[in-house]
């Protein structure tokens, strides 16, 4: 076999191999998304009745409280990005990544300091690699984050909302992650968590209706639902966040998968038909050796008779 | 018929029970409170318990670990970060984690198991 031949026979082995890696991975992120779409769903009534119950107390009474009361002059804000902490997702992570550069951007041209908060390792490596700091990061659940994932994060981060901003606490909390519209589209996203902002227009709906909320009598009292309920209602929506992220993950993963694989393909087709002319050229040349030879004996004997 | 309340009992990740009650006794952080059809519309704190549904095919009772209680227009939510049905507790499992919990006097994992067992068995 030729040398030329042989090279384009072990580039073929090499592009089905990895054809055959990425086949099976679009595969599993498929499995996975259908999973992730589930768990999104299963945790909508818990986050639906949450907000019901905030919106309850935040109309019903007028308690004031830390993460519900809008500061006059913000000067910290925190963000939480989410990222993946696996690869080969297309522009997953990177899109994050640059909503959140927005977002920053935009809150330091209002004059407010930004503080970093990192889920997924991808995050964590793009921060570290351009040494900017990083006040926690966590890694080693995007895949399928559970609730109690969601409660590491939102503790330190409701803390810090807490803390008095001159001993280092936030005012406000942001966070970015990757909504997933359909299996097709996933864009990233940023939300204002803290301080709460109900959504108005379903109260505004009753009050056009002439209804009267409805007046709560709150056990214990309504500082300590508050005291409770609110973490609750921002681990939720973390947790929320989380689990669309991963959705949009193994999603943006399929994708990616999907056109590797259909290249790899591609590449396969070309490949094999260089090698295909790159054998009919050997075949032709050993022909034309062969009559070239024989007919040059040929000539040889013609001439010594 | 006996007035009927709607409860929705869900946890973080699903939702575990829903349907239609006669009465609901639950325990808040201020003591037991038990809500039927009617009631004033109320938002509370629950202490980690058995909670019990009564409905008119029977009692359903629940471990729940922490959560809210409201009641509104005859609509009352069980929210909870987790949250079991009696026949879905195990109860062996749950004797072994109370066993567990008291050999290493991991307090917040006794109760844990202590509530599921006492779910179970109906003793409040």
Redesign the interface.
């Known amino acids: 076999m030729g040398a030329q031949l042989r090279v384009y026979k072990r580039r073929i082995r090499s592009v089905t191999a990895t054809k055959k890696i990425t086949k099976a991975m679009e595969m599993i992120a498929a499995s996975r998304i259908v999973k992730a779409q589930r768990?999104v769903a299963?945790?909508t009534?818990?986050a639906s009745?949450?907000t019901?119950?905030v919106t309850?107390?935040a109309t019903?009474s007028n308690t004031k409280h830390a993460l519900t009361t809008e500061v006059e002059n913000p000067v910290r804000a925190a963000v939480l990005l989410v990222t993946s902490d696996r690869g080969l997702a297309g522009g997953y992570s990177s899109n994050a990544i640059k909503a959140a550069d927005r977002l920053t951007e935009r809150l330091r041209s209002e004059g407010k300091d930004v503080v970093t908060y990192i889920i997924g390792r991808k995050g964590v490596a793009y921060y570290g690699f351009r040494e900017r700091p990083v006040v926690e990061s966590w890694t080693g659940f995007t895949d399928s984050p559970?609730?109690a994932d969601a409660?590491k994060v939102a503790g330190p981060l409701i803390e810090a909302v807490q803390l008095d901003t001159a001993e280092g606490g936030v005012d406000e909390l942001h966070i970015v992650f990757t909504e997933f519209v359909s299996m097709m589209t996933q864009s990233p996203v940023e939300k204002r968590l803290l301080p709460l902002t109900l959504d108005k227009s379903e109260e505004d709906e009753e009050a056009a209706k002439g209804k009267i909320l409805?007046?709560?009598?709150?056990?214990?009292s309504a500082e300590?639902?508050l005291d409770?309920?609110l973490p609750?209602y921002v681990e939720?929506r973390i947790?929320n966040a989380l689990l669309q992220s991963a959705a949009s993950e193994h999603a943006a993963r399929r994708r990616a998968m999907k056109s590797a694989t259909d290249n790899a393909g591609e590449l396969i087709k070309s490949l094999s038909r260089l090698a295909n002319a790159a054998r009919q050229a050997e075949i032709t040349q050993e022909i034309s050796e062969i009559v070239g030879g024989s007919s040059a004996l040929a000539d040889a004997n013609a001439g010594s008779d | 018929m006996a007035a009927e309340l709607h409860v929705e009992l869900v946890a973080a990740d699903r939702s575990v029970w829903s349907g239609e009650a006669t009465l609901v006794i639950a325990r808040t952080t201020s003591g037991d409170i038990g809500v039927m059809p009617g009631h004033q519309p109320l938002l509370g704190v629950l202490e980690s318990g058995p909670v019990t549904i009564k409905t008119a095919e029977g009692n359903v009772v629940a471990a729940v670990h922490g959560g809210f209680i409201s009641f509104a227009d005859d609509k009352l939510s069980l929210v909870a970060e987790v949250a079991e049905l009696a026949d879905e507790i195990d109860v062996q499992r749950a004797e072994r984690a109370l066993e567990r919990a008291k050999s290493e006097a991991d307090a917040a994992a006794e109760r844990r198991a202590d509530v599921r067992l006492r779910a179970v068995t109906g003793v409040h």
Not at chain 1, 214 to 220: A, G, H, I, N
């Open positions: 768990q299963a945790s009534p818990y009745e949450l019901r119950a309850a107390v019903g559970t609730y409660k409805p007046l709560f009598d709150f056990e214990p300590d639902v409770a309920l609750r939720s947790y």
